[in-house]
């Protein structure tokens, strides 16, 4: 299997969003950012596809709903529908301002919340054990903080399950987060084999989410 290779991303790229308003931040996002995921994109959806063994398809964030706020993240999503992500388990890599992550993801807008909540309380311990310490859960994509693996007990994960069987705006998300000035970011190469190893690392939380 091919190692990928990203674009780098460098202290410019995450200036983007210190820039005021709609307008300004979407036209660098445009120029300077949205290349680089359509090409992490491009790279990442075969190597995907091969690990998880369906044809997954690629969608870059076009921040399209948005008329005042400008974003405070943007990043591509890869899953196994042509039209959309939203709806279904899926990978992204992205950026807020203050660094990189590389997830998977079920968000509010998915109904294999329930498959997933349940999944996961009955492979707890195998999924405790094998999610390296240093990555992370989220319950909310919008908020660029999350917990960190090694910090969570089975007690805090008996709450996130729950909460997906029962509130509607419920999400769940798990990967790495890469700050800004680690200078991994930098080398594209050391960038996409972190990437590849995270989502090997990830796919057995994606499969269990059917």
């Known amino acids: 299997m091919t190692t990928l290779k990203y674009?780098?991303?460098t202290s410019k790229d995450f200036d983007v969003f210190d820039v005021p308003g709609l307008e300004p931040r979407m036209e660098l996002l445009i120029e300077r950012i949205r290349p680089k995921l359509n090409e992490i994109g491009a790279a990442t959806a075969p190597f995907l596809s091969d690990l998880v063994g369906e044809d997954m398809f690629v969608h870059v964030a076009k921040h399209a709903r948005r008329t005042v706020?400008?974003?405070?993240?943007?990043?591509?999503a890869i899953a196994n529908n042509k039209r959309g992500y939203k709806a279904y388990p899926h990978f992204q890599v992205g950026m807020f301002g203050t660094h990189v992550f590389v997830i998977?993801?079920?968000?509010y807008e998915s109904s294999n919340k329930e498959i997933f909540a349940e999944a996961l309380e009955r492979q707890l311990d195998d999924v405790m054990e094998h999610i390296p310490g240093h990555f992370y859960w989220s319950t909310d994509h919008m908020n660029p903080e999350g917990t960190l693996h090694k910090d969570i007990s089975k007690a805090?994960?008996?709450?996130?399950?729950e909460r997906l069987k029962t509130v509607k705006k419920s999400e769940i998300?798990?990967?790495?987060?890469?700050e800004q000035n680690d200078p991994l970011l930098l080398?594209?190469?050391a960038f996409g084999k972190k990437a590849q190893d995270v989502?090997?690392?990830l796919a057995p939380l994606y499969k269990m989410a059917f």
């Open 104 to 107: 998977f993801a079920v968000i």
């Open 187 to 189: 080398d594209g190469e």
């Open 69 to 76: 706020n400008p974003p405070h993240d943007t990043w591509v």
């Open 156 to 161: 805090d994960f008996k709450k996130m399950t």
């Open 199 to 201: 989502f090997t690392q």
């Open 173 to 178: 998300l798990c990967g790495l987060r890469i």
């Open 7 to 9: 674009p780098s991303f």
